[in-house]
Structure formats: C-alpha cells, structure tokens
C-alpha cells in the first residue's frame, strides 16, 4: 500500500484493500461485482479465474491450465507491463472460449462417416 501512496495508484490484490479476495471469491470476482458486469461467458470465466487463483483447481477442468498458462507469462516476462499485455491476450482468449465454444470438442479419431 505504501508503494501505492508513493506512485499514487490503487493497491491491488493484496490484503486489506479495497481491490482484493473478498471471503472464497478472488480480486476478479470482486472487480465484476463492484463493476456491475453481468454474462453468462463472464461468470464462466470468473469461476476458472477464482479456481486457479485460490488453489482450489478441481473447481473446473479448465483451472489448472488457466494456471499454468499464467504462471508460465510469469517466467517469460521480466517487464511487468509486457506480462500484462500478453496475460490480457490469455484472459481474452479464455473469455471467447467461455462465451463461444465451450460445446467445441477436438476428439481423434473421429467418429466413422
């Protein structure tokens, strides 16, 4: 929070603030809530955020690889505004997937024609 006071932003993610977990729900959870944001492909999205955020990854099958993915722009970027570029491409991503294609299956072989 001091590091927040001295370049004048909003503390985020950590404890007591505004900005943070709020009991089981994640920081995300609570910026869709105090936003007002309201979609089905969101709250999807939301609960794989708040699964691999929280450690509770058997939540939803698509968690543990959110995580992975995120953790893996972690070790790729030294530069916390390049790794916020590339993290905004993965939750785009996975929000298309929520909203779009969560009925799209790629299974091989495929079924006899």
Same mark, same amino acid.
């Not at 503390?11 to 910026?31: A, K, L």
């Not at 968690?63 to 030294?78: K, Q």
């Given at each position: 929070s001091a590091t927040a006071d001295r370049f004048q932003a909003v503390? =985020?993610?950590?404890?007591?603030? =505004?900005?943070?977990?709020?009991?089981?729900?994640?920081? %995300?959870?609570?910026?869709i809530e105090e936003f007002g944001l309201e979609s089905e492909a969101l709250d999807r999205l939301a609960m794989i955020v708040r699964a691999a955020d929280t450690a509770t990854l058997d939540l939803v099958p698509q +968690? +543990?690889? %959110? #995580? +992975? +993915? &995120? #953790?893996? #722009? &972690?070790?790729? =970027?030294?530069d916390d505004l390049e790794q916020l570029e590339a993290g905004m491409l993965l939750y785009d991503a996975f929000f298309r997937w929520c909203r779009d294609a969560t009925e799209e299956t790629h299974n091989w072989p495929g079924k006899p024609s």
């Open positions: 503390p =985020f993610d950590i404890d007591n603030v =505004f900005w943070t977990h709020r009991g089981e729900r994640c920081t %995300f959870d609570t910026m +968690a +543990a690889g %959110f #995580l +992975a +993915a &995120s #953790l893996g #722009l &972690s070790r790729m =970027f030294r």
